[in-house]
């Protein structure tokens, strides 16, 4: 069976083609980032409508890379929520019409399901059961994964989410939306403990995390006293510490809940370097082992819908001609598909 996917649901503009047998054909992408950059955040309305420019193109170059014709796809998948409404329409409508004109069902796909499967892609997959650690821009989830839609949330953020946590302390430190990235990179020039910020509920039992007393700590920090470069590069050390240690201990404590020995890293905070780096050794100190997407596959793509879509679709489950976009979509409420 072979799958094109469509990605929409935010600030990415994506396609790819994956095949049952053969593998990822193709995958394409467009960042907007630049068309939202001026404005230190994503705009909707200017998503959706820079989507309906990119989607189509993106279909037509996807469809050559992976040296395919309409003819050869099975079934389309697409982002059916949850993200920005808007933005999940342009992708929705586009793939509901490809999959009518073709003649091949449409499946709609839960946005986190594909980041939670996107090591699949990978030569060694991860195992089932296992735990993920689901960190993007929206999302902070522990999740106990049983197969494909079989998910039980075990701790989320009461507040900010982790790649949240990232981007406001960003913006405070004067670095350009998307500020994870960047403040990862200002860190790597700053000193180890050169400033402590709160790991907010280490202290406490459970799996829960809260990130918005990070953002208030970062805040007084920049406005204490004028920061030269080497200040900022600090605290953006400090920032990356506070965070990555708080994933990292929630995690294993998550392991050790469960009894489960594999951990998935996913979402555009896995992208991460310390991340891995620090959670793979900490991981490793307790007999566990930790499975990431590539970088590129980290952040959001097409390829991982792809390959929601190719699970669903392969296990019978279709969405008729109905157009499927929601902006909240609980994540536990999934039907289980295939393994
Ligand atoms: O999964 P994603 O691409 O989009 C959502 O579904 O939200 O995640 C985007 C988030 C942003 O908050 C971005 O700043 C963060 O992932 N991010 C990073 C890194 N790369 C992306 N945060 C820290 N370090 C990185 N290297
Ligand atoms: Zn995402």
Same mark, same amino acid.
């Given at each position: 069976m072979r799958v094109l996917a469509i990605e929409s649901s935010c600030d990415e503009s994506a396609v790819a083609v994956l095949d049952?047998?053969?593998?990822?054909?193709a995958h394409e992408l467009y960042s907007q980032v630049e068309l939202h950059r001026a404005y230190g955040g994503v705009v909707p309305e200017l998503a959706s409508r820079d989507h309906v420019r990119r989607l189509l193109p993106l279909v037509r170059l996807a469809l050559e890379h992976a040296g395919s014709?309409?003819?050869?796809?099975?079934g389309v998948a697409y982002t059916?929520? !949850? *993200?920005l409404i808007g933005a999940l329409l342009t992708g929705a409508s586009l793939a509901a019409s490809l999959a009518y004109a073709w003649g091949v069902p449409a499946i709609g796909v839960h946005h986190l399901e594909g980041h939670l499967l996107a090591?699949?892609?990978?030569?060694e997959p991860p195992p089932f059961p296992h735990v993920a650690l689901l960190v993007s821009g929206g999302h902070t989830l522990l999740i106990e994964v049983g197969?494909?839609?079989?998910y039980r949330v075990l701790g989320a953020s009461r507040d900010d989410a982790a790649g949240e946590a990232f981007d406001k302390s960003a913006k405070l430190l004067?670095?350009?939306?998307?500020?994870g990235p960047q403040l990862a990179q200002l860190a790597a020039g700053g000193r180890p403990g050169g400033v402590a910020f709160p790991r907010p509920m280490?202290?406490? !039992? *459970?799996l829960e995390f809260s990130f918005s007393g990070l953002k208030t700590a970062v805040l007084h920090a920049v406005r204490a006293r004028p920061l030269d470069e080497q200040a900022r590069a600090d605290l953006a050390r400090g920032v990356e510490e506070a965070i990555v240690d708080t994933l990292i201990a929630k995690a294993l404590r998550a392991l050790e809940y469960t009894g489960l020995t594999v951990l998935v890293v996913s979402g555009g905070?896995?992208?991460?370097t310390r991340l891995r780096e620090q959670l793979s050794a900490a991981a490793g100190r307790q007999g566990a082992r930790v499975y990431y997407p590539r970088i590129e596959f980290s952040?959001?793509?097409?390829a991982m819908i792809a390959v929601a879509g190719l699970q669903r679709l392969a296990a019978g489950q279709r969405e008729g001609l109905a157009i499927q976009a929601r902006a909240q979509w609980p994540l536990e409420s999934l039907a289980p598909a295939g393994i």
């Open positions: 049952g047998e053969r593998g990822l054909l014709t309409p003819g050869d796809i099975d059916a929520g !949850p *993200g090591p699949l892609l990978e030569d197969g494909v839609g079989r004067g670095l350009p939306y998307p500020g280490l202290d406490r !039992p *459970g905070v896995s992208a991460n952040t959001d793509n097409a």
